[in-house]
């Protein structure tokens, strides 16, 4: 069964302040990793998918990386505006186009 | 376009009640994704259709709860009878090249 576990839970940067938030997985046959912004009361947002290990992908401030075991979403000087829960996903071999999300970080940028 | 539809945006029933939530999806997606989430377990899929055809049912959680997609344009989640327990967001989510756009989601409490 596939899995995805994220840390941390809740961060709270200050404005400028970068970070990084980190989902480890365990999938048979990694197909590929999602990336997903949520804002309260919406649904998810669509960010990144990566496909293998080493593999890169920026947007503004965000860039994502995957390992073999694990993903990273690096924030470089966070705005208010990204405040959000980010959520992790993985695609396994043999899920066909199912997604396992993980439960999410959820991000605070104070000014 | 106008993204994924959901409809009702909020419901509040009572225990024993049937239940029916719609969802139209961006033309010309494929897929369509159901899933449920909360704050205990976040984001989990109930089930999802390709062409109309339901592939994987596997997370729908007993009887009580059923989906049908008629045409390419429709789709509902009934949950009959409800209960407490059931209360949640549901959202709708489409797929195009493997991305999935998720609708506003539907609020469901159940007395």
């Known amino acids: 069964e596939d899995q995805v576990t994220q840390s941390p839970e809740a961060l709270r940067l200050q404005e400028g302040e970068s970070s990084s938030l980190n989902c480890s997985y365990t999938v048979s046959g990694l197909r590929g990793l999602f990336w997903y912004r949520q804002d309260p009361g919406k649904g998810p947002e669509f960010l990144f998918t990566l496909y293998s290990a080493g593999e890169e992908k920026e947007k503004e401030r965000l860039k994502a990386t995957l390992t073999k075991k694990e993903s990273f979403l690096h924030i470089t000087a966070p705005k208010p505006e990204d405040s959000a829960t980010y959520l992790c996903?993985?695609?396994?071999?043999?899920?066909?186009?199912?997604?396992?999300f993980g439960t999410g970080t959820q991000l605070k940028v104070e000014l | 376009d106008a993204g994924v539809i959901q409809s009702p945006r909020h419901e509040v029933t009572e225990m024993g009640q049937e239940v029916t939530l719609r969802c139209k999806p961006i033309s010309g997606h494929d897929y369509l994704f159901w899933y449920r989430q909360t704050m205990m377990r976040g984001l989990e899929l109930l089930i999802y259709f390709n062409n109309n055809v339901p592939i994987d049912d596997s997370g729908m959680p007993e009887d009580r709860f059923s989906a049908k997609m008629p045409n390419a344009s429709f789709s509902t989640l009934k949950i009959q009878p409800s209960e407490p327990r059931d209360s949640a967001v549901y959202f709708c989510?489409?797929?195009?090249?493997?991305?999935?756009?998720f609708g506003p989601g539907t609020r469901l409490t159940v007395l």
């Open positions: 989510a489409t797929d195009r090249d493997n991305e999935q756009f």
């Open positions: 996903a993985v695609q396994g071999a043999g899920g066909g186009n199912k997604l396992t």
